[in-house]
């Protein structure tokens, strides 16, 4: 069965620490890998990933996609209060355009 | 289990017609949710419920109606005024609605004939 799993399930730091999220996955002909961050209502998308091995950043957000591990990594850096929030993985398959969910990891980031 | 369930998995709609897409969580949560996923891009906030007999309008409720008459279920129909209906809909649910983990149905696909 289809599943992502996301680690850890919350996180506490202090403002100015770098944070490293992890999403792995076992999906049937992975289509793409989507990152978004929760804060009130509507999650907020934040990147995309389809090819392994590509970066793609925003600002301090980063992240990576590794095909053969089967993972993604979102990287914050100099961590604000803002960024408090649930990060969200998502994954979609080609064969019956799932979209499966991971359960969020909660980052709080303290003054 | 507890859990959030979707159907129909694949919905195919003629043109003029409209078709309800079902949501049903036993969660025991107040909130739900109704986004819309297009190829390439993000979620997209249709219409949400705080509480049971009560609902808003998110970022593209245009051409979409809900209900919330239990708290259980939070069906969203898709009317005939909604020019673009082929999209991945998914449901969520939380316990409150104040920034609380979503939690996610499989979702349906939606077809146009």
Not at chain 2, 15 to 28: I, K, R
Not at chain 2, 46 to 53: F, L
Not at chain 2, 76 to 105: D, M, W
Request: glycine share 8%.
């Amino acid at each position: 069965e289809d599943k992502v799993v996301q680690s850890p399930l919350s996180l506490v730091v202090h403002e100015g620490d770098t944070v490293t999220l992890n999403c792995s996955y076992e999906v049937t002909n992975f289509r793409s890998l989507l990152w978004y961050k929760q804060e009130k209502k509507a999650p907020t998308f934040l990147f995309m990933l389809t090819s392994s091995g590509i970066e793609k950043k925003s600002g301090r957000l980063s992240s990576i996609l590794d095909k053969k591990e089967l993972s993604s990594i979102l990287n914050i850096t100099a961590t604000q209060t803002g960024d408090s929030a649930i990060y969200l993985c998502a994954v979609e398959a080609y064969n019956n355009n799932d979209m499966r969910f991971g359960a969020g990891t909660r980052l709080t980031v303290k003054p | 289990d507890g859990g959030i369930t979707q159907s129909p998995k694949y919905l195919f709609r003629k043109e003029g017609q409209n078709v309800t897409l079902s949501c049903e969580q036993n969660l025991n949560h107040d909130a739900m949710y109704w986004y819309r996923q297009d190829p390439g891009q993000g979620l997209r906030l249709i219409y949400y419920s705080q509480i049971v007999n009560d609902f808003q309008k998110g970022d593209i409720a245009e051409g979409y109606s809900v209900s919330r008459e239990k708290k259980e279920s939070f069906p969203l129909t898709v009317t005939s005024a909604q020019k673009n209906p082929t999209a991945f809909y998914l449901c969520a649910s939380s316990i409150g609605h104040r920034g609380e983990t979503q939690y996610f149905g499989p979702g349906t696909r939606l077809l146009v004939l």
